[in-house]
């Protein structure tokens, strides 16, 4: 497969990036490590009159840590976050996500900023042009029905990304360039829960970094899929608990990927957890409350009852780690 014919663009700065996306939004793709956006031109499901290449933008890749916690650029490659020490001693959650995503090679490639805008997956919409075209074409690429339900105006993709449930967890916020300047908002707030558009920028704006709150209590990332390396999550589970010294949960948040348009907290678990004292019989209560709070969708060869139950048994597994 080849790549369909595009206008290739090297910006010297992220503003003049943000002024050629503006000017043409809808024909314009920005490309960082590629391991996502490539193999997506090749299979047809993104032709772009222009690709603009951040890599060419010098200082977008580092990790800091200052007084109000860890700056993450958006350029650094996930390869370059598993091989942190600060990473690993401050945040092992997100340490261990990275080292979680596809193979070596995409770590190497793949950038903090691609993981975390990379697009909806689906069995329906995840294939060749020629596999698309012999059932139809979906909504999510240009048709009028979604395969999943039957339905037309409706894209239920599902958000796969390993780094996302991870940081909204931390509670961590993202910094964002435009046409018009600077904003930053927290970052569970990128994701719509759209699967046809499933991010949130105004137009022109490109992302730029990553806060991170100075750390506090446990974190931990799980991540269940079919083999040891490549694959995407069939479920991942993000966990950050701040526990007092009787095993009482303070705080926490549950952040799941692989079974909504978007990163999923799980709101109602939480709201169970808080103030109680983690025990055999709790982990085990809250481990059926999940299987129940979650309703994953049809876009995969795995059913939701797969997942509602490796949904429970992630969260057991993780909180019978943190005890």
């Not at 596809?102 to 060749?128: E, F, K």
């Not at 795995?302 to 943190?322: F, T």
């Amino acid at each position: 497969m080849h790549l369909p014919e595009f206008e290739y663009v090297e910006p010297k700065s992220l503003k003049e990036a943000a002024k050629a996306l503006a000017s043409d939004p809808k024909g314009s793709v920005l490309l960082a490590g590629g391991t996502d956006l490539l193999v997506n031109m090749k299979h047809r499901l993104m032709e772009p009159r222009r690709l603009i290449n951040l890599k060419s933008i010098p200082k977008m890749a580092y990790i800091e840590s200052g007084k109000d916690g860890v700056r993450i650029g958006v350029l650094t490659t996930l390869h370059e976050v598993s091989s942190s020490p600060l990473i690993r001693d401050q945040y092992p959650a997100l340490w261990q996500a990275a080292q979680e995503v596809g193979a070596y090679s995409h770590q190497v490639m793949g950038t903090v900023g691609g993981n975390l805008c990379q697009g909806n997956r689906c069995r329906y919409y995840n294939q060749s042009a020629f596999w698309r075209n012999a059932r139809g074409i979906c909504y999510k690429a240009g048709g009028e029905i979604c395969h999943v339900v039957g339905k037309p105006g409706e894209c239920h993709s599902t958000y796969c990304g390993d780094l996302a449930p991870v940081l909204i967890a931390l509670e961590a916020h993202v910094k964002v360039m435009g046409p018009e300047g600077e904003r930053c908002f927290p970052l569970k707030k990128l994701f719509k829960q759209d699967g046809k558009k499933p991010l949130y920028f105004k137009k022109g704006e490109i992302l730029k970094e990553i806060l991170l709150p100075q750390p506090f209590g446990q974190s931990l990332y799980l991540k269940w899929r079919l083999r040891g390396s490549i694959e995407f999550p069939i479920v991942s589970l993000a966990i950050h608990l701040n526990l007092e010294d009787n095993n009482r949960m303070e705080q926490g948040r549950i952040v799941f990927s692989g079974v909504g348009p978007g990163p999923v907290e799980a709101f109602e678990t939480e709201k169970k957890l808080k103030g109680a004292s983690l025990d055999a019989d709790l982990i085990e209560e809250m481990s059926d409350q999940m299987a129940k709070e979650i309703t994953p969708m049809r876009t995969s060869i795995y059913s939701p009852a797969y997942k509602r139950k490796m949904a429970g048994v992630l969260l057991r597994k993780s909180l019978l780690q943190m005890m």
